[in-house]
């Protein structure tokens, strides 16, 4: 390994790359594996160079002694041309000859087409396609007009491997790139740098999953079994003995089942919940995000529309209108709430296929019978009328508050009662907490399943529009023909378990036992 000729602390003479011009500098430090001199200029620059680029002081006496008859003018014009390459000007000297001045010339023109031999750590980019991106590692809002500190040229080199290998020289004072490697350190690991060098924002697709309830067969299924199970147990609970020994129950007749006013009452109650949702009136807020960024807005006005249609309901009891056909015409309304939940199915949807692929549900798989169950579109709107939100809460959630109020009327009526019976009022009581706390916790909805996840198809709109107000009830609608006396104890116990039973965010997830205590009742009976 060859000797280092120079010492630390060292005062010689430097070239400033990319001239002839020399400069007295300090020598910092010696690389014996580069071969390289980590020097010091007057004004701070801190450089690598080679070892032919640094010169003794003596040698450039000997070269000043020597040269006494260099021209005056070509001499100015020299220096001219170099200042603006140059931390400072070049020390005046005696004249030289026209001969010598010209080789000085052709001199300084071969240095010029040197590489510049500054060791920087190499930029290694991979390939892609015909287009190499180079990138100089400075930050963006640092000025290139700094020569002196931001001269750069590019070396580019083919590997055996194909690749590019794109090696870039910036020279600075040292002590800059140290802060220029920070800040480097810090945008990769913030920042991921693509391949290519134009890149546009792509918003990733959702990974489907395994198709859930068994897949297209199962939803199929679903489909036929959610509404014979719903008359089964309608029907089952309107016999005089609902135990499984009369099961199945005998079917009715067709006039028990259809008849055109009753669809025409189902569709205004749907159209004047529609009305309140409409409202300006309650805040409105902001979902979460969807996959391209946008979040939709909300407006919270269901506690508003319950208390506009408790005072409609208590305005109709005023007026004596007779809200017992309502339990008359019981699977009628039923009937005509599944009929309205397909025919909404179907809108829906038809109106996915024109909604973007961003738009779409994540839980959708691409198989209609599939799509028609779970839902294709994931927030399917009218407008800024959301249909999927308002069924939600709306329609079938304050719907189950009006049937059991009903069934407690009906209960009054068909049992000859002066006041209703302790367990339909327990029953009443806990559910209508229950639906209270849902409407007024109203904006904890949007961070549910059914609002991030599933679209808008026959399953929520026939679990929105009919399992809820005709299922849920099956308690108060049981209680109408088998009353049952509940004692005073009896009814504090229940009320103690209530209190240990909180109901869960979404309120078409579950309604456990505890907030149906007249499940309990019959168990216990």
């Known amino acids: 390994m060859p000797s280092r000729k120079f010492a630390e602390g060292e005062v010689v003479r430097g070239r400033w790359p990319g001239s002839s011009l020399y400069y007295e500098v300090e020598i910092l430090s010696h690389d014996s594996k580069s071969q390289l001199y980590t020097v010091k200029y007057k004004d701070g620059t801190e450089l690598e160079l080679k070892e032919s680029d640094v010169k003794p002081l003596k040698s450039f006496k000997q070269r000043k002694s020597g040269s006494t008859s260099s021209s005056?003018?070509?001499?100015?014009?020299?220096?001219?041309?170099?200042?603006?390459?140059?931390?400072?000007?070049?020390?005046k000297g005696s004249r030289r000859s026209a001969s010598a001045s010209h080789q000085a010339d052709i001199k300084e023109k071969e240095a010029r087409r040197e590489i510049l031999q500054v060791k920087l750590t190499p930029l290694v980019l991979k390939p892609f396609g015909n287009s190499i991106n180079v990138y100089n590692g400075e930050p963006e809002h640092m000025e290139r007009n700094d020569i002196s500190h931001k001269n750069k040229q590019e070396r580019i080199i083919l590997s055996p491997e194909g690749s590019y290998t794109a090696t870039q020289y910036s020279l600075r004072p040292r002590r800059e790139e140290v802060k220029v490697k920070e800040v480097e350190s810090k945008e990769q690991k913030l920042v991921p740098r693509g391949p290519a060098p134009l890149e546009t924002f792509q918003v990733?697709?959702?990974?489907?999953?395994?198709?859930?309830f068994g897949g297209v067969p199962g939803a199929f299924?679903?489909?036929?079994g959610l509404p014979a199970t719903l008359f089964l147990l309608l029907l089952q609970c309107r016999q005089k003995d609902p135990s499984l020994l009369t099961f199945p129950p005998p079917l009715p007749a067709l006039d028990e089942l259809w008849e055109t006013r009753v669809c025409g009452i189902y569709l205004l109650w749907f159209f004047v919940q529609a009305l309140f949702y409409l409202l300006p009136i309650g805040k409105v807020v902001e979902g979460t995000p969807l996959v391209d960024g946008r979040r939709l807005k909300y407006?919270?006005?269901g506690f508003y529309a319950f208390v506009l249609t408790s005072a409609?309901?208590?305005?109709?009891?005023?007026?004596?209108?007779?809200?017992h056909y309502v339990y008359t015409h019981f699977l009628q309304f039923a009937l005509a709430a599944v009929l309205f939940s397909v025919l909404l199915s179907v809108y829906l949807y038809a109106h996915s296929l024109k909604a973007p692929r961003h738009e779409l549900s994540p839980a959708s798989s691409g198989n209609a019978v599939y799509d028609f169950f779970i839902g294709r579109e994931l927030n399917p709107r009218i407008g800024a009328f959301d249909l999927k939100y308002f069924c939600e809460l709306r329609p079938g959630l304050i719907g189950w508050v009006v049937v059991n109020l009903v069934m407690l009327l009906a209960e009054m009526k068909v049992q000859e009662r002066d006041a209703p019976s302790l367990a339909m009022v327990l029953v009443n009581s806990f559910q209508l907490l229950y639906v209270v706390d849902a409407l007024w916790n109203e904006e904890a909805l949007l961070t549910t399943m059914d609002i991030v996840h599933d679209g808008f198809g026959f399953m929520l709109a026939f679990?929105?529009?009919?399992?809820?107000?005709?299922t849920y009830s099956l308690q108060a609608f049981?209680?109408?023909?088998?009353?049952?006396?509940?004692?005073?104890p009896f009814a504090s116990f229940i009320i103690a378990l209530k209190r240990e039973c909180r109901p869960p965010l979404s309120p078409r997830s579950c309604v456990c036992s505890c907030h149906t205590p007249s499940s309990l009742i019959t168990a216990l009976k």
Request: aromatic residues 8%; positive net charge.
């Open 463 to 470: 679990g929105d529009l009919v399992w809820v107000p005709f």
């Open 478 to 488: 049981y209680l109408v023909s088998h009353p049952h006396d509940l004692s005073w």
């Open 221 to 224: 299924l679903i489909m036929l």
């Open 204 to 212: 990733p697709t959702p990974q489907r999953k395994d198709l859930e």
């Open 299 to 301: 407006r919270l006005n």
């Open 72 to 91: 005056p003018s070509r001499r100015r014009g020299s220096r001219s041309r170099s200042r603006s390459r140059s931390p400072g000007r070049a020390p």
């Open 312 to 323: 409609a309901v208590g305005a109709s009891l005023f007026w004596g209108v007779g809200l």
